[in-house]
């Protein structure tokens, strides 16, 4: 049973446009969510977070939008940078303490 | 935030050998983790590293087949015993609990692991 799930597998943006990268949870227990980035041959990076105590956080061009009723999270890039091209994970925790990951999804930033 | 290091980065095995794979944080973190990551697929959590005590293992993972070693608070192992093609995976360690009173895991390089 996949608890946190990114259902787009890839997806291709044109440098400068805008990068939305979706995840989806089912466990309401969940109250913290993070976005980690991962380049090939290495380990995942923390990009940003959010408590479920918001509905929104931002940290330079990266953004995470959290609708706890939907039980959905967002990433936005903006601008998009070809060094923005990597896999991106989403992970929860909450309630059995552990980090949940999703699936990843597969950012291409187009020159 | 923390540096974490993983040996060997890679390694090609055959059918029925062990590999222990080492993980070093370059400072004293409160819990240490094991992941897998198959191809295509999630982060896994195998177990989480216990400081002096056996490891806690998620279900479907036993010590016998993944035994784990933490003798302080900056080292960890994981040896993948008895291994199968089926074990072909990249399997990274986290920390987390660092001096500066985060939350957030952080994650080392990870180690590629093929099984013939």
């Known amino acids: 049973d996949q608890q946190v799930k990114q259902n787009s597998p890839s997806l291709s943006v044109q440098e400068g446009r805008i990068s939305i990268l979706n995840c989806d949870y089912t466990n309401s227990m969940f109250d913290y969510f993070l976005w980690y980035k991962k380049y090939p041959a290495e380990g995942p990076t923390f990009l940003i977070s959010?408590?479920?105590?918001?509905d929104k956080n931002e940290d330079g061009r990266f953004t995470v939008f959290l609708n706890k009723s939907a039980k959905h999270l967002s990433l936005h890039i903006v601008p998009s940078q070809p060094g923005d091209s990597a896999v991106y994970f989403c992970a929860s925790w909450g309630g059995t303490y552990k980090y949940i990951f999703g699936t990843g999804t597969r950012l291409k930033v187009l020159a | 935030s923390a540096v974490i290091s993983q040996k060997p980065s890679r390694d090609i095995c055959q059918r029925g050998t062990s590999l222990t794979i080492q993980c070093q944080v370059d400072s004293q973190v409160t819990m240490m983790f094991w992941y897998r990551q198959q191809p295509g697929q999630s982060l896994t959590l195998i177990a989480t590293?216990?400081?002096?005590?056996?490891?806690?293992?998620e279900s479907g993972f036993v010590i016998d087949k993944f035994p784990i070693s933490r003798p302080n608070l900056t080292f960890s192992t994981l040896t993948v015993s008895n291994m199968s093609p089926e074990d072909s995976s990249i399997y990274l360690c986290s920390a987390e609990g660092l001096a500066d009173g985060t939350d957030t895991q952080y994650f080392g390089p990870g180690t590629r692991l093929t099984v013939l």
């Open positions: 959010i408590s479920s105590i918001k």
């Open positions: 590293a216990n400081q002096g005590s056996e490891a806690t293992y």
